[in-house]
């Protein structure tokens, strides 16, 4: 296996504090820029930011977050979990990850994607019905200014550009430009034909079944003439002690979590049984290190991924407790990983 990289996503879930209220959304963005620190101090690859626009989630403009972490980190990668392209204005997300790559010396990552919570759309003023064609006409504009240094474009969505240059530009340390999926097959082969790369969101079910569209996107490269590139993961996992700790820990909030989404959107009520089950058997990541280090490696060998992203935030676990699994994630998961897969 080529080099592997591990990182961490988050939404900067709203979490509670020692009282088990809720915590203003200003102090869950100063954590949120801790978490990110200290992410770089104990050697993880990447920390991504997803953007949302609801009161559970706190980040709504992930790379205004991501630069405040740029300034006080060396190492980490910095990007986004997902960047909602489709209600977004290309040219602006270019500028801005081009500005965050600058300041971060070459540093920057985006994941685009679509978004699998929709209030950004009504927010910004863009029709539901379009869903689709926004973000394939969108990314394709995208695609177009990353490979610079001009574009001529036409579409239906904005004004058309004729040999237009854009600033700042991305300089001698170009962002790398992932595209999230979800388990499209037309997803995976428009990533391929835009020439970049592959981020699965696996959030439930044994990962396994998402072999068809690796092998997919390994067909279309070779149809389409387009060099493979690393492809990642994106699934939910926690970290602490022991497996008990870790599972009696993330239980209430997964459950708080689930329960609320399932409420919004006619899903059945989430059980102990069904969150244990999804540990043992499907793409929960949750345990010691041993356990999960365990569970990361055998996904990515199953798989032959490069890339695995852990969202180490389920609903309203404590700042406290999600600093104690960054830290065994980077100073133990990681290493143990990378010693299996070496082997």
């Known amino acids: 296996m080529s080099a592997i990289e591990l990182g961490l996503d988050t939404f900067g879930d709203v979490t509670v504090d020692t009282s088990g209220a809720p915590k203003p959304m200003d102090q869950v963005l100063r954590d949120v820029v801790e978490q990110g620190v200290l992410a770089d101090q104990v050697g993880i690859h990447f920390i991504g930011l997803g953007e949302h626009h609801r009161p559970d989630f706190a980040i709504s403009s992930p790379e205004i977050l991501l630069a405040a972490i740029a300034a006080r980190t060396q190492k980490i990668q910095l990007g986004t979990a997902v ?10 997300v270019f500028q801005r990850f081009s500005t965050l790559n600058a300041i ?32 394939e006409e969108k990314l394709d504009l995208f695609a177009k200014l990353v490979k610079g240094p001009s574009v001529t474009w036409q579409g239906q969505h904005r004004a058309g550009l004729k040999d237009q240059k854009v600033y700042p530009p991305v300089g001698d340390k170009p962002f790398v ?32 079944r998402f072999l068809p569209y690796i092998d997919l996107y390994q067909r279309a490269c070779q149809q389409m003439q ?56 499907g793409s929960l990541y949750i345990g010691s290190p041993e356990t999960v280090a365990k569970k990361i490696a055998a ?31 980077g100073t133990k998961v990681i290493p143990m990983v990378k010693d299996i897969l070496s082997a």
């Open 83 to 92: 960047t909602v392209l489709s209600s977004d204005d290309p040219i602006r």
């Open 104 to 135: 971060s010396n070459g540093r920057a990552e985006v994941i685009l994607g679509r978004g699998s919570f929709t209030e950004s759309y009504p927010l910004f003023g863009y029709d539901l019905n379009e869903y689709e064609m926004l973000f």
């Open 177 to 208: 430009t992932w595209v999230g999926v979800g388990g499209s097959p037309e997803s995976v082969v428009r990533v391929v034909r835009q020439d970049l790369q592959l981020m699965l969101a696996i959030i439930g079910g044994d990962p396994r």
């Open 226 to 281: 387009r060099p493979e590139r690393p492809i990642g993961i994106h699934s939910p996992g926690f970290v602490a002690a022991t497996d008990e700790a870790a599972r009696e820990t993330f239980w209430p909030h997964y459950k708080d979590m689930y329960g609320r989404l399932g409420r919004e959107r006619g899903w059945p009520p989430v059980t102990k049984d069904r969150y244990i089950d999804e540990i043992e058997n």
């Open 299 to 329: 996904a990515m060998h199953d798989l032959g991924i490069q890339r695995f992203d852990m969202k180490y935030t389920t609903g309203p676990v404590p700042h406290e407790q999600q600093m104690a699994c960054i830290e065994l994630y």
